[in-house]
Every structure is written in C-alpha cells, then in structure tokens.
C-alpha cells in the first residue's frame, strides 16, 4: 500500500514558478514509478509527468515539456514537480500518481494523491 500527499500547490501569476511536493509512505516507494496528472473544470484528467522507479527515466506531456521537470528522492519517499514559465492554461487541481508503470499514454494509476491546487492569472 502507498498513500501519497501532495502539497505546494497556489495562486501564481504567469511566468511564475511553483514547486509540488508528494510525500509517499510505505516501504515500497522506491520500487514504483510515481507521476503527475491534473484536472482543469470541465476536463478531463491528463498526464502531465512521470518518473521511473530508479529516476533515470521520465515522461512528459507535450505541453509542458521544457517547463516542469519530474524527479525523486528516494530516500524521503518523495516526488517533486517543479514548474517553470506557468501559464493561465496550467490552471488544474494536480494529482500525484503511483503504479508499477507510468508512461506518457497512462491514464489510471494504482494509487492516487487527493490533489493540490494550481491556479496561474494573466
């Protein structure tokens, strides 16, 4: 079992940088590959990072590339998503995600975070 709390989420304006958090507990946190997704009103949930488990191999949504960056520390059983250069369409409640595998096309997770808002004004 994984239980992931997310936290660093606010109000940022554009341009801005904000830096989310994922603290995981359980002593498997290390074996699973952990990401990040988010939800804007009236959408869909979407992929916006992953990580492998080892932390040499990430993922990242079209739309973000080159603006947020994914890594972990295993050794504090956490998930960081560092985000750059915000725009007003980053706006979403974001979700830390865990599973065996995560990939650019994952839409479903094992274990999911209960969420932190992001909201970025012009």
């Known amino acids: 079992q994984v239980q992931l709390v997310e936290s660093g989420g606010g109000l940022v304006q554009a341009g801005g940088s904000l830096r989310l958090s994922c603290a995981a507990s359980?002593?498997?946190?290390?074996?699973?590959?952990m990401g990040w997704f988010r939800q804007a009103p009236g959408l869909e949930r979407e992929f916006v990072a992953a990580?492998?488990?080892?932390?040499?191999?990430?993922y990242y949504a079209d739309s973000v590339k080159g603006r947020f960056t994914i890594s972990r520390d295993n050794g504090k059983n956490t998930v960081y998503l560092q985000m750059n250069s915000l725009k007003p369409e980053d706006t979403a409640v974001y979700y830390c995600?865990?599973?065996?595998?995560?990939?650019?096309?994952?839409?479903?997770?094992?274990?999911w975070g209960q969420g932190t808002q992001v909201t970025v004004t012009s």
């Open positions: 995600a865990a599973d065996s595998s995560l990939t650019r096309d994952s839409v479903k997770a094992d274990y």
């Open positions: 359980g002593r498997t946190f290390s074996t699973y590959a």
């Open positions: 990580i492998r488990w080892s932390g040499g191999i990430t």
